[in-house]
């Protein structure tokens, strides 16, 4: 299994080189757009989203304009677990770990007033079965969360089937550019 995600993480690497950055941006804003008109992020006070790597559907400017009317957390590297912090604008951001961008300030832990996680992902397959950078992370996080959860990637990130077992946490939908594309 750990031999068919190791493969699976180098066949998006190398197709996503095939894209230029204002390629996946325009791609990023469609998915974006597309989830906008998520009934479930309509309707949701409290979003967990993240704060994008470069290889990431790109979501600063939608972080940014979603924090106008919602409570916007992100994840933020704290050893070997996340934690998640209140998004209070670009200047309460900094470099944390593994060079990820995340806000400053106290832990939020109310994880039950979470109402919608946007989730990323290495590849996600239609089943809603993901496959991350192989840290564990999103995975051991997501298994205290009791909310609805969307994996985000580009069409390309599909695959057929994701190897996994018992410690993965399965997405309750997964969107890309193309919009809606599974449900467990």
């Not at 790597?53 to 070997?80: A, C, F, I, M, Q």
């Not at 990323?120 to 239609?126: A, E, K, L, N, T």
Request: with cysteine; charged share 35%.
């Amino acid at each position: 299994m750990m031999e068919e995600k190791k493969d699976i993480r180098k066949r998006i690497a190398e197709t996503k080189k095939q894209y230029t950055d204002e390629q996946l941006r325009t791609l990023s804003s469609d998915i974006v757009k597309r989830l906008e008109d998520n009934v479930v992020l309509k309707c949701s006070k409290t979003v967990l989203l993240y704060y994008s790597l470069p290889d990431e559907v790109y979501t600063h400017d939608w972080v940014e304009r979603l924090s106008k009317e919602k409570t916007v957390l992100l994840p933020v590297v704290n050893g070997e677990e996340l934690e998640l912090k209140i998004y209070s604008g670009k200047e309460s951001m900094q470099k944390g770990n593994f060079n990820i961008d995340g806000p400053v300030g106290e832990v939020f832990d109310d994880l039950i007033s979470i109402d919608a996680a946007i989730i990323p992902g290495v590849s996600f397959d239609r089943l809603g079965n993901r496959l991350g950078r192989g840290k564990g992370y999103y995975d051991r996080f997501l298994k205290k969360l009791n909310t609805f959860k969307i994996g985000v990637c580009f069409g390309f990130q599909l695959s057929d089937e994701i190897p996994h077992d018992e410690y993965d946490v399965v997405m309750d939908e997964v969107w890309t550019e193309e919009g809606y594309v599974s449900k467990k």
